[in-house]
């Protein structure tokens, strides 16, 4: 199984930082964040990862290189000058995921999720993992009843950025830039898709504060 890190934004809302550094690249626990995905997901077994780069994409690419420090294989997308977003991004990157299903997880988010488990999952569309509404995201993003996610419902929970996709949910797209979640949106109305809630650490550095939170809680954990 391979995986991919969602690298390419712009990180609008962390500037002046990420106008000289890629956001990937922003420091958590004394090491790039992109880091902690890497060597997460090598320690899980996936030994090819794909990463696409946009904004700064060649800081990004020359900082981590083929993946050889973690003894895995990294192939890039390049989305330069014009990022995808991640629906896009994904589907530019299909090629080089293969034809079964693929890890995907956004660069911009810290954890301790397990993502061997992902490797034990049968998805034949989309596996979701969900974490707890932080306080950014009260309402939520979808629910889960059972194994089954839904768009609307009780407790409702956030989407962590890590999922599984198969190949299959990006049929009939075509090149250019797009969001996933309206393929996701129909796929669980479609009652194909799948998911989990993670009640472990877990927070996103879309902003200043919650970079600076996600910074105390990866610094605890490495203490």
């Given at each position: 199984?391979?995986a991919?890190?969602?690298?390419?934004?712009?990180?609008e809302r962390?500037r002046?930082?990420?106008d000289s550094?890629?956001?990937?690249?922003?420091?958590?626990?004394?090491?790039?964040?992109?880091?902690?995905h890497?060597?997460?997901?090598?320690l899980?077994?996936f030994?090819d990862?794909?990463?696409?780069?946009?904004?700064l994409?060649?800081?990004?690419?020359d900082a981590i290189?083929?993946?050889?420090?973690?003894?895995?294989?990294?192939?890039?997308?390049?989305?330069?000058?014009?990022t995808?977003e991640?629906?896009?991004?994904?589907?530019?990157?299909?090629?080089?995921?293969?034809?079964?299903?693929?890890?995907v997880v956004?660069?911009?988010i810290?954890?301790?999720?397990?993502?061997?488990?992902?490797r034990?999952?049968?998805?034949?569309?989309?596996?979701?993992?969900?974490?707890?509404?932080?306080?950014?995201?009260?309402a939520?993003?979808?629910a889960?009843?059972?194994?089954?996610?839904?768009n609307?419902?009780a407790?409702?929970?956030?989407?962590?950025?890590?999922?599984l996709?198969?190949?299959?949910?990006?049929?009939?797209?075509?090149?250019?830039?797009?969001s996933?979640?309206?393929?996701?949106r129909q796929?669980?109305g479609?009652?194909?898709?799948?998911?989990?809630v993670y009640?472990?650490?877990?927070?996103?550095?879309?902003?200043?504060?919650?970079?600076?939170?996600?910074?105390?809680?990866a610094?605890?954990?490495h203490t």
């Amino acid at each position: 199984m391979r995986a991919m890190i969602l690298a390419a934004g712009r990180g609008e809302r962390l500037r002046p930082l990420t106008d000289s550094v890629p956001k990937p690249l922003v420091p958590v626990a004394g090491k790039p964040l992109i880091e902690h995905h890497i060597a997460a997901l090598a320690l899980a077994g996936f030994m090819d990862i794909v990463i696409n780069q946009g904004h700064l994409g060649e800081v990004l690419r020359d900082a981590i290189g083929d993946g050889s420090r973690w003894h895995v294989r990294i192939h890039w997308s390049d989305e330069q000058p014009a990022t995808l977003e991640t629906g896009g991004g994904i589907f530019q990157a299909l090629p080089l995921l293969g034809k079964s299903p693929f890890a995907v997880v956004n660069a911009d988010i810290w954890s301790h999720f397990p993502y061997a488990r992902l490797r034990a999952i049968k998805c034949d569309c989309a596996h979701l993992v969900l974490v707890p509404n932080p306080a950014h995201n009260p309402a939520g993003d979808f629910a889960l009843q059972g194994a089954r996610i839904y768009n609307s419902g009780a407790n409702l929970h956030t989407f962590s950025g890590i999922a599984l996709y198969h190949p299959r949910l990006f049929d009939g797209c075509t090149p250019g830039r797009f969001s996933v979640v309206p393929l996701l949106r129909q796929a669980i109305g479609n009652q194909v898709v799948t998911g989990e809630v993670y009640g472990g650490e877990w927070g996103d550095t879309g902003t200043p504060d919650r970079l600076q939170r996600v910074r105390v809680m990866a610094g605890r954990s490495h203490t």
